[in-house]
């Protein structure tokens, strides 16, 4: 069974970084498109970032660009999400899903998510 655990969220204050980790189990992982997802205090679930299977396509919405950095270790079926310069508007739970393609990065191509990780941005 196809299983994504998110990791590496918490509090932090503006300006800070985190790293997040998507860890996947149950499936092999250059296969999979990854997506990561952000979704606010009482706002619809959003895309920020998407890896191409073989991390060598990547995309970002614009309000991250520059900021965040997208990355893979296929050895270890894990995708990271590099956030820096965080910013109050950064805060919800961030999300990672998985598609069975070379690419997609449309929220409805995501067959399997992961449960999330809280990221806090915040003095």
């Known amino acids: 069974q196809l299983q994504l655990v998110e990791s590496g969220g918490g509090l932090v204050q503006p300006g800070g970084s985190l790293r997040l980790s998507c860890e996947g189990a149950?499936?092999?992982?250059?296969?999979?498109?990854i997506g990561w997802f952000h979704q606010a205090p009482e706002k619809e679930r959003e895309v920020v970032s998407c890896?191409?299977?073989?991390?060598?396509?990547?995309s970002y919405v614009d309000s991250v660009g520059g900021r965040f950095t997208v990355s893979r270790d296929n050895a270890k079926n894990t995708v990271y999400m590099q956030m820096n310069s965080l910013k109050p508007e950064d805060t919800g739970v961030y999300y990672c899903?998985?598609?069975?393609?070379?690419?997609?990065?449309?929220?409805?191509?995501?067959?399997?998510w992961g449960r999330g990780t809280q990221v806090t941005v915040s003095t």
């Open positions: 899903a998985a598609a069975r393609a070379v690419y997609v990065c449309e929220k409805g191509d995501f067959r399997y």
């Open positions: 890896i191409s299977s073989s991390g060598g396509s990547r």
């Open positions: 149950g499936f092999t992982s250059e296969d999979y498109a």
